[in-house]
DNA sequence: TTAACGTATGCCCATATCGGCATATACTGT
DNA sequence: ACAGTATATGCCGATATGGGCATACGTTAA
């Protein structure tokens, strides 16, 4: 097997930085094939390319106008990775150390008659060693 | 050219489901390489390959412990994803398009003295807190 | 109808992938 | 030193990629 197509998921489809440049042109309204192409810089068949990856995955939505195709963001698509990116949240978060710290600490009030030293390790799970 | 290497950034990394797996395993506390091989069903070497994309993304870090290695997830890392989506988050959460009604109600406020009555849409009532 | 415009599709090719397998490297215990 | 464990690396093959270019398709204007 190789690499999972771009067309697989919203995953594989923003992992393209160009694909992730025509979203952010997009989030500001919606434009036609064209302008993305002026806006880019990249042909047009190349442009019309990685609209259509976008589209297969739902990240974007057409509308036909005359001869002119608009494309707008079609957000939700997006929230698998925005979900899936938030479990993490608290690896970065400053907010949550210091959530953190507080609930060791309430917890070492809770449990700690005994107060055995224990070391700041992972928290409610027990993870072997 | 041919599609970026997974390497160049977390979005390439991320978008691998395997390697989305192995964070996901990561996420509860560190773990050696065989306790991953053990929990994802595939091969060392692979496992070992994909630990080696997440660090040059610096997605994880390593800490040896004799012969073992503890990878454990690096969350900043994970930052420049969720900045990115989040510019995205007005196009599918409910709260915001709540709030893009409101700001909109005040412009027309603002700009028209006049109070011409464009869309009357009622303003019905807002459930959401 | 014909020409021009806007967009999509097809073909070529160099490239990086991912899994499988064999093997190298590193550390530990006897 | 030697065997055994834990992990990393190298080579292979099948595959999909993304840009460049030509061209097909669909719509509008002359």
């Given amino acids: ?21 025509i979203l952010d042109l997009l989030v500001g309204g919606e434009l036609a094939v064209g302008e993305l192409v002026e806006l880019l810089e990249l042909g047009q068949p190349q442009v019309s390319k990685h609209l259509r990856v976008l589209r297969e995955v739902a990240l974007v939505e057409v509308r036909a106008e005359g001869r002119e195709r608009f494309y707008r963001v079609n957000g939700p698509a997006l929230k698998p990775i925005h979900d899936w990116v938030m479990r993490y949240e608290r ?16 917890k070492q009030k809770e449990d700690g008659d005994g107060a055995s030293n224990e070391q700041g390790d992972g928290e409610g799970d027990d993870p072997e060693r």
């Fill in 1 to 21: 097997m190789a690499r999972a197509a771009t067309t697989t998921d919203a995953f594989n489809a923003i992992a393209e930085p160009r694909r992730r440049a």
């Fill in 91 to 106: 690896a970065w978060s400053d907010r949550f150390e210091a959530l953190d710290v507080v609930l060791e600490d309430l």
